[in-house]
C-alpha cells in the first residue's frame, strides 16, 4: 500500500472560520448554524489498495485521472453511488465536518484507460483508499472497516 494523495491545505481552527462566518452570516455564533462543521472538512490521506498500486506503477497514465477521482469528490461529484451512499456523504461533510465512511465510484473516460473498469474511492475511520471496483477489499475491511459501515455491498 502506497499513498497517493495527500491535501496540502493548512487546518482551519475553529476561531478562523468562526470570524469568517461572523461576517459571511452576521451572526454572533456561527457555531449553532447546520452545516457548519462542513467548513473544515479535509481529505484524509488516500492510499492505493490492491491492483491498482501495480497499475499506477507500471502505467503512470492513470495518476492524472486518479487525482481528478479526488478532486470531483471534494467538489461532491461521487459518481455511480447509490441515494443513500449521496446522503451519507454529505451529512458526512456537512453535519460532521468529516470523510470518514464516504465513498465515490468513478470511470475513466479515455479510452487508452477504459479496460481498467471502474475505481472505488473509499474512506474508512481515518484514511481513504483508491482500489479497482473488482478487487477483493474484505481484507481492507477487516482492518479498517466499521461493521455498521457496509459501503461496498451496493
Not at 24 to 48: A, C, E, H, M, T
Not at 63 to 91: C, H, M, Q, W
Request: aromatic share 18%; with cysteine.
Amino acid at each position: 500500500m502506497v499513498i497517493f494523495y495527500r491535501e496540502n491545505s493548512g487546518e482551519k481552527t475553529y476561531e478562523e472560520v468562526t470570524e469568517v462566518c461572523r461576517k459571511g452570516y452576521g451572526i454572533k455564533n456561527p457555531g449553532r448554524v447546520s452545516g457548519f462543521q462542513g467548513f473544515f472538512f479535509r481529505l484524509f490521506d488516500v492510499y492505493l489498495y490492491g491492483k491498482l498500486e501495480d497499475w499506477v506503477r507500471n502505467n503512470p497514465k492513470l495518476e492524472k485521472p486518479l487525482v481528478e477521482f479526488i478532486r470531483r469528490f471534494s467538489a461532491e461529484d461521487y459518481g455511480f453511488v447509490t441515494v443513500a451512499e449521496r446522503n451519507n456523504n454529505l451529512e458526512g461533510k456537512w453535519l460532521c465536518g468529516s470523510c470518514s465512511y464516504t465513498i465515490g465510484r468513478y470511470s475513466f473516460e479515455d479510452s487508452e484507460l477504459m479496460h481498467y473498469g471502474g475505481i472505488v474511492l473509499e474512506f474508512f475511520r481515518d484514511r481513504g483508499f483508491l482500489y479497482s471496483i473488482d478487487e477483493d477489499v474484505s481484507t481492507l475491511y477487516a482492518e479498517y472497516g466499521d461493521a455498521g459501515h457496509k459501503n461496498h455491498d451496493i
